[in-house]
C-alpha cells in the first residue's frame, strides 16, 4: 500500500494479527554491473538495482549466506546451468525485486553509459520504490566518488526519499 | 545478487539466457528490463 505521502504501509499476511503487524517501510536498493563484449568494440553495459524492503534484509541476508556459502565467490558468467538453475530458484524465492537495463557502447564509454543509465534509469526506479538507502558495487576510490555525486545530485532534485550511500 | 541478475539480462542481451529472465518475471522477482 502507497499512501499519499509516498510512504508504503506494509501488512504481512498470515501474521497472527496482521495489522498489528503493519509498519512504515523504506528499502535498500542494491547495485552493481555486467558489460559483456558483445562483438567488435562494443560492451553490452548492463545495470541492476535489487530492491529489499527494510523488513526483510535480514531474512535475504540469511538465505544467501546459507545458498552461497562457498570458498569461491559466484560470478555468473562463469558458473555451469546447474548452478545457474539454483540460483535463480533462490532468487525466484527471495522477498527482492529488480530492474535491469543495458546500453551497447563502445567500450570507451562505459562510464558514460553507466552515468546515463543511473541518471534515467536506475536511480528512478529506486525511489519510486523507496529505496534512498543504496549500496553500490566497490569500484575504484574514483568512480566510487563519481557514483555518489550522482546519486546525491539526482536525489537533490528529485522528489524522492535519499538515504545514504 | 543484482550482479547475478545483471549478469542474467547480458546473457539475454547477447542471445542466451532468457529462461532464467523469464522464470523470474513469473515469479514477480523481475519487474522491469530495457535495453536502449
Given amino acids: 500500500m502507497i499512501c499519499a505521502a509516498g510512504v508504503r504501509l506494509v501488512v504481512r499476511a498470515g501474521h497472527a494479527n496482521s495489522w498489528a503487524y503493519a509498519r512504515w517501510v523504506a528499502a535498500l536498493g542494491v547495485i552493481d ?6 562483438g567488435g568494440d ?7 538495482l535489487v530492491v529489499v524492503d527494510d523488513l526483510d534484509q535480514d531474512d535475504v541476508r540469511q538465505a ?3 545458498t552461497l556459502n562457498r570458498k569461491r565467490p559466484l560470478h555468473w558468467e562463469g558458473e555451469g546451468t546447474v548452478v545457474k538453475r539454483r540460483v535463480v530458484d ?5 522477498a527482492i525485486t529488480a ?3 543495458a546500453a551497447i557502447v563502445h567500450r570507451s564509454d562505459q562510464q558514460g553509459a553507466r552515468m546515463l543509465l543511473l541518471r534515467e ?3 528512478e526506479r529506486a525511489g519510486r520504490a523507496d529505496a534512498g538507502q543504496l549500496l553500490i558495487e566497490q569500484r575504484s576510490r574514483a568512480e566510487d566518488d563519481s557514483d555518489r ?3 546525491r545530485d539526482w536525489f537533490r532534485t528529485s522528489s524522492h526519499r535519499f538515504r545514504g550511500i | 545478487m543484482p550482479d547475478t541478475i545483471a549478469g542474467i539480462w547480458a546473457d ?3 542471445g542466451r539466457g532468457d529462461m532464467f529472465v523469464e522464470q523470474l518475471v513469473g515469479a514477480g522477482r523481475l519487474l522491469s528490463m530495457s535495453r536502449d
Avoid: D, F, N
Fill in chain 1, 33 to 38: 554491473e555486467s558489460s559483456p563484449e558483445v
Fill in chain 1, 121 to 123: 534509469q536506475i536511480l
Fill in chain 1, 90 to 94: 533462490m532468487l525466484c524465492e527471495l
Fill in chain 2, 12 to 14: 539475454v542481451v547477447r
Fill in chain 1, 42 to 48: 562494443r560492451v553490452a553495459y548492463t545495470m541492476a
Fill in chain 1, 149 to 151: 555525486r550522482e546519486v
Fill in chain 1, 99 to 101: 530492474h535491469v537495463c
Fill in chain 1, 64 to 66: 544467501l549466506t546459507a
